[in-house]
């Protein structure tokens, strides 16, 4: 019977995404300062040597971690654009997206500040934020042109950076105005 046990422990495919997961866990809670190794292992409830196994150290744990966070939020912003058909529907879209916090749940909001914070200083990580900005610079230039779609971005995480914080955040209709006044063709 031991010998179940310590095969089942050895066979977890799943191990490695649990460790990313326990570390987002971890960020929240403490921050990417406060991460370590032996946190990130007891919120995933694996041996410590998993770290090394899985990680080739902090940075390429934090980093795998983060891009996932970036792909998270990327893919619903890109799923709300997709279905738009026309200019007008790509607006009702971003409407939606800062008016329904698709992207800016509290959780991805500070994974998101930590995320800026640890890129600023470790400028390989800053890859990740340039894939995520022109994934969303992408969805959205079907519908505007370049410079429109840089505004609709900032837009987009800057409203919802400020809403996390603000004590009355905006409603629907001045979000809307807002887009109108930015996407106005001249």
């Given at each position: 019977m031991a010998s179940d046990q310590t095969s089942s422990r050895r066979f977890d495919p799943d191990r490695k995404q649990r460790i990313i997961d326990a570390a987002l866990?971890?960020?929240v809670a403490h921050g990417?300062?406060?991460t370590t190794h032996r946190r990130v292992a007891m919120?995933?409830?694996?041996?410590l040597g998993s770290m090394s196994y899985h990680f080739a150290g902090m940075d390429d744990l934090l980093h795998m971690a983060f891009r996932q966070v970036a792909q998270a939020a990327s893919a619903a912003f890109v799923a709300r654009l997709s279905k738009a058909r026309n200019r007008q529907d790509a607006i009702e879209a971003i409407i939606d997206i800062i008016a329904g916090n698709i992207w800016s749940t509290p959780r991805t909001l500070l994974l998101s500040y930590e995320l800026y914070a640890f890129a600023a200083r470790k400028p390989e990580l800053a890859a990740v934020m340039r894939d995520w900005m022109q994934a969303s610079r992408?969805?959205?230039g079907r519908f505007?042109?370049?410079l429109t779609c840089r505004a609709l971005d900032a837009l987009v995480e800057?409203?919802?950076?400020?809403d996390s914080v603000d004590h009355s955040p905006l409603g629907r209709g001045d979000i809307a105005d807002i887009v109108h006044r930015i996407c106005r063709q001249d």
């Amino acid at each position: 019977m031991a010998s179940d046990q310590t095969s089942s422990r050895r066979f977890d495919p799943d191990r490695k995404q649990r460790i990313i997961d326990a570390a987002l866990d971890v960020i929240v809670a403490h921050g990417v300062q406060g991460t370590t190794h032996r946190r990130v292992a007891m919120a995933a409830g694996v041996p410590l040597g998993s770290m090394s196994y899985h990680f080739a150290g902090m940075d390429d744990l934090l980093h795998m971690a983060f891009r996932q966070v970036a792909q998270a939020a990327s893919a619903a912003f890109v799923a709300r654009l997709s279905k738009a058909r026309n200019r007008q529907d790509a607006i009702e879209a971003i409407i939606d997206i800062i008016a329904g916090n698709i992207w800016s749940t509290p959780r991805t909001l500070l994974l998101s500040y930590e995320l800026y914070a640890f890129a600023a200083r470790k400028p390989e990580l800053a890859a990740v934020m340039r894939d995520w900005m022109q994934a969303s610079r992408d969805a959205l230039g079907r519908f505007f042109d370049p410079l429109t779609c840089r505004a609709l971005d900032a837009l987009v995480e800057g409203m919802g950076i400020h809403d996390s914080v603000d004590h009355s955040p905006l409603g629907r209709g001045d979000i809307a105005d807002i887009v109108h006044r930015i996407c106005r063709q001249d």
